[in-house]
């Protein structure tokens, strides 16, 4: 469990504003320093074979101005591609995704580090009237990424990677998605939340994904 912790201490984590052509954004931000030279994280970020291992499958045109789409429903469009440092996509998902055309993007910055290193930077700019997030906060999709780069930390480090499901459902998976959802709450509040909205959205969010055993 330790290692798990260690990993979820590593990402610095932030709320903040953008835009996306739908309008005024809300920003999760997550920012980590993997042990991999940059081109090790890019190919993990971009080839289907490695992405597959540590979010999900994908299928498309990959390439810039191209279409992807995930084996979760989410999909999109590539709109930025420069090897090894920029990937920008269009993010839609869920079962409305495309009543909402232009309200959710994802940017991943790399930087090489002086040590062989990456600093790794995910940024998911998401339409302020979404409606996700008056229920769910940042938590919404923060937990979903602190899931996410907890596993292409493993993949990068050369270890065993988990069934997602599996690890979601086991006791060490709920304990990291509680306390991830706790550090979206302390996000929230140091971006000016109300402290009221931002206790239920944690307790939402904690529901969504470690609820309570039946």
């Known amino acids: 469990m330790k290692d798990v912790l260690d ?4 990402v610095h984590r ?3 504003n953008s835009s996306v052509p739908a309008g005024e954004a809300y920003t999760v931000e997550l920012r980590r320093r993997y042990d ?27 390439r810039l101005g191209g279409k992807f789409e995930l084996d979760g ?26 009543a909402w055309p232009g309200t ?14 990456t600093e790794f930077e995910l940024i998911h700019a998401a339409f302020i009237g979404e409606p996700s997030f008056p229920t769910y906060g940042p938590g919404a999709g923060g937990v979903g990424w602190d899931l996410a780069l907890l596993t292409l930390a493993r993949l ?7 069934d997602h499901e ?13 306390r991830s959802a706790a550090a979206w709450g302390q996000a929230h509040l140091a ?8 206790a239920a959205a944690v307790e939402a969010t904690t529901q969504f994904y470690a609820p309570d055993p039946a």
């Open 7 to 10: 990993e979820l201490a590593a």
């Open 14 to 16: 932030a709320m903040g």
């Open 36 to 62: 991999a030279e940059i081109d090790d994280v890019w190919d993990a970020i971009t080839n289907p074979e490695r992405l597959r291992r540590w979010l999900k499958p994908v299928t498309g045109d990959l």
């Open 73 to 98: 429903g989410e999909h999109g469009d590539i709109l930025r591609c420069e090897p090894p440092r920029l990937l920008k996509v269009s993010w839609l998902y869920g079962l409305d995704a495309d």
């Open 104 to 117: 959710s993007e994802v940017e991943v910055r790399l930087v090489p580090g002086p040590a062989g290193d």
């Open 156 to 162: 990068l480090a050369g270890g065993e990677i988990a």
């Open 166 to 178: 599996e690890f979601e459902k086991s006791p060490e998976g709920r304990e990291f998605s509680r």
């Open 191 to 198: 971006a000016g939340g109300q402290p009221e909205h931002v």
